[in-house]
C-alpha cells in the first residue's frame, strides 16, 4: 500500500500536473499576456484576489482553526497555487469571460513560481520556527519544482501552439476532456489511497477548506462589483479565485516537500485534495448562475478573442 502510494505522489501526480499544463499551454498566445493592459480592474479584482488575499485568508484561517503544522502548511501552500484549466473550463460553461480567464491564467502561472516558493518557506517558518542554520532553505527546490511542473510544460504547450496551430486546435477539445479526466483522477486516487488519514481528519480539514473556498468566491464577487466590473467579469474573478490548481498544491506539498524539516508530504497535501473535491459544488452553482443570467459568448476559438478593453 506505501508503496502504492509513493507511486501515485512521486511519479503519477507529477506526470498528471505536466500533462495538464501541457494542455493549457497549447490554449495559450503571447496576445494573453499582452492582454492584461486590457483588463486594468479585472486584473487588480483577479491578481489581487489570487496572488494577495488568497494566502492571507488562508493562514487566518489556519491560525483560527488551530491545524496542526503540516495542515497549516499544506493549506498556505493550497492558498499559494491560482486555478489553471480548470477555472478556464467552468468559466467558459458559466458564460463568463474565457479571454479574461485565460489572460489571469497566463499570467499566475508564470508569477507563481516566484510566489509559492517565498509563501512555502514562510509558512514552514512560522509554523515550525525558523530553520537551523545548517539546514537549507527549500525556496529553490521548490522554486525549480514548480518551474519544471508548470512554466516547463506551458511554454512547450505555447511553442506546439506557435508552430503547428492547426494540429493544436484540432487536438484541443479532445485534450480538455482528457486533462479533465485526468485532474478528476489524480484527486480520487489520492484521497482514496489517503482515505484513513482523511476520515480522520475530515471535520478539521474539511470544514476548512469549506471555508476557504466560500470566503474567496464571496470576495471575488464583492471586489469585482467595488471596482464596477460587468457580469461576466464579475462571475469569472469569482470562478479565478475560488478554484485553485488542487494537482499543483497536491505536488508540492505531497512530492516536494515531503521530508523536508521532517515533514509527512501525505498529510500536507490533504487540504489540496479535499478542495479538488469540494470546489466544484460552489464551480457548480456558478455554473448554473451564469448560463441562467448571461447568454453564451460569441462562438469561435475562445482563446484568440477578447472582449472590449475596459476604460
Known amino acids: 500500500m ?53 494566502p492571507i485568508v488562508g493562514f487566518l484561517l489556519a491560525m483560527t482553526w488551530g491545524l496542526g503544522p503540516e495542515l497549516a502548511i499544506g493549506l498556505i501552500i493550497l492558498a ?28 499566475t502561472s508564470c508569477i507563481v513560481v516566484l510566489t509559492i516558493p517565498v509563501l512555502a518557506a514562510l509558512a514552514m517558518d512560522y509554523f515550525l520556527g525558523s530553520a537551523p542554520d545548517d539546514i ?22 505555447m511553442m506546439v501552439r506557435r508552430f503547428a496551430p492547426r494540429f493544436a486546435h484540432r487536438i484541443g477539445p479532445l485534450y480538455d476532456k482528457f486533462a479533465a479526466l485526468a ?13 484513513d488519514d482523511i476520515m480522520a481528519l475530515l471535520p478539521q480539514v474539511g470544514s476548512v477548506v469549506i471555508a476557504l473556498n466560500v470566503i474567496m468566491v464571496a470576495l471575488g464577487l464583492l471586489m469585482a462589483s467595488l471596482l464596477s466590473l460587468h457580469l ?54 456558478l455554473i448554473l448562475f451564469g448560463r441562467k443570467r448571461l447568454p453564451s459568448p460569441h462562438a469561435g476559438m475562445a482563446s484568440d478573442q477578447a472582449t472590449a478593453p475596459q476604460t
Not at 479571454?99 to 497566463?106: F, G, K, V
Not at 483522477?185 to 489520492?190: K, N, R, S, Y
Not at 523536508?260 to 464551480?283: N, Q, S
Open 232 to 285: 461576466r467579469q464579475r462571475l469569472t474573478v469569482a470562478i479565478e479565485i475560488g478554484l485553485q490548481n488542487t494537482p499543483l498544491g497536491m505536488a508540492i506539498a505531497g512530492t516536494l516537500l515531503h521530508g523536508v524539516r521532517g515533514l509527512d508530504g501525505e498529510t500536507m497535501l490533504m487540504p489540496a485534495a479535499l478542495y479538488g473535491l469540494i470546489m466544484f459544488i460552489p464551480a457548480t452553482a
Open 183 to 195: 485532474f478528476m483522477f489524480i484527486v480520487l486516487a489520492v484521497v482514496w489511497a489517503e482515505r
Open 2 to 54: 506505501e508503496n502504492d502510494v509513493n507511486l501515485l505522489l512521486d511519479v503519477m501526480l507529477p506526470l498528471t500536473l505536466m500533462f495538464i499544463m501541457f494542455g493549457m499551454g497549447m490554449t495559450l498566445t503571447l496576445r494573453d499576456f499582452i492582454r492584461l493592459k486590457d483588463y486594468p480592474r479585472a486584473l487588480v479584482a483577479g491578481l489581487g484576489g489570487q496572488l494577495v488575499l488568497l
Open 136 to 157: 537549507p532553505s527549500p525556496v529553490v527546490q521548490i522554486m525549480f519544482g514548480v518551474f519544471v511542473f508548470t512554466l516547463l510544460p506551458l511554454s512547450l504547450g
Open 80 to 107: 499559494a497555487c491560482p486555478g489553471g484549466t480548470t477555472s478556464n473550463l467552468t468559466t467558459h460553461l458559466a458564460h463568463g469571460d474565457r479571454p479574461l480567464s485565460i489572460t489571469l491564467t497566463a499570467a
